[in-house]
């Protein structure tokens, strides 16, 4: 579900439609969203970072602190804003304070942790793709495992984990009949960054949970071969 916002700036008005579901939003424009968020997080630390040094023997280093925490929050939601409506800065300036409010409150939904139905497959572009059987068949689980190892480079990625699951998608989620063919990994994964985020944080759950079983399996595989 997304709502439409009439959005007034100078005299013009246009309609802007704002997701307000997961179901309404693709991975691509969340990552954008990632983006802009940790560009500020990054931002505001390094700001933290200084004006506690600088103010470090001052009685109002925590209301410094809060300032800077408040302004930059003010320049989030101006970027947020901004890629939201299409508008740029200038045009943005031109907007009712209350107009902007009205299309943050209506992605907060978003701020709120996703909970998983369960779903073991989805539709795109006409095709049916499916989660890995639970069993993960020894003709997947060399797969999982280097789809798994896509985790080690998180940290080096510029959001996280949702730059990771579109190839690990690509690797594991696959049509009926459909065979692993390492050339076509890129492309999928290309594809797959047009799946919606209901999707991506089903896949997410359920990559956990056989990650967990694993686990759990190996070291009661272990505990065994110690006591033997």
Not at 4 to 23: F, G, H, L, R, S
Not at 95 to 102: E, F, I, R, T
Request: charged residues 35%; glycine residues 4%; contains cysteine.
């Amino acid at each position: 579900m997304s709502v439409t916002i009439a959005i007034k700036y100078q005299n013009d008005e246009m309609d802007v439609v704002i997701p307000t579901q997961w179901e309404d939003i693709t991975l691509e424009y969340w990552t954008e969203i990632c983006s802009i968020v940790n560009k500020h997080k990054k931002s505001t630390e390094l700001k933290k970072e200084h004006h506690s040094e600088k103010y470090s023997e001052s009685n109002d280093l925590d209301r410094i602190l809060e300032d800077v925490e408040f302004i930059d929050n003010i320049s989030l939601n101006k970027d947020i804003f901004c890629f939201m409506t299409g508008l740029n800065d200038d045009d943005m300036k031109k907007v009712d304070l209350g107009q902007v409010n009205k299309v943050l409150e209506a992605v907060g939904i978003l701020t709120e942790e996703y909970k998983p139905k369960g779903i073991k497959s989805f539709d795109l572009d006409g095709e049916t793709y499916y989660f890995p059987l639970e069993s993960f068949r020894k003709n997947t689980y060399g797969d999982f495992i280097e789809s798994t190892q896509l985790d080690m480079t998180i940290e080096n990625t510029k959001n996280g984990r949702f730059d990771v699951l579109p190839e690990q998608m690509a690797i594991l989620c696959r049509r009926i009949g459909e065979d692993y063919e390492e050339e076509d990994i890129p492309e999928k994964t290309k594809n797959f960054k047009k799946l919606t985020m209901d999707i991506v944080y089903e896949f997410a759950f359920f990559l956990t949970i056989q990650s967990n079983k694993l686990l759990k399996i190996s070291n009661m595989y272990l505990e065994k071969k110690e006591k033997e």
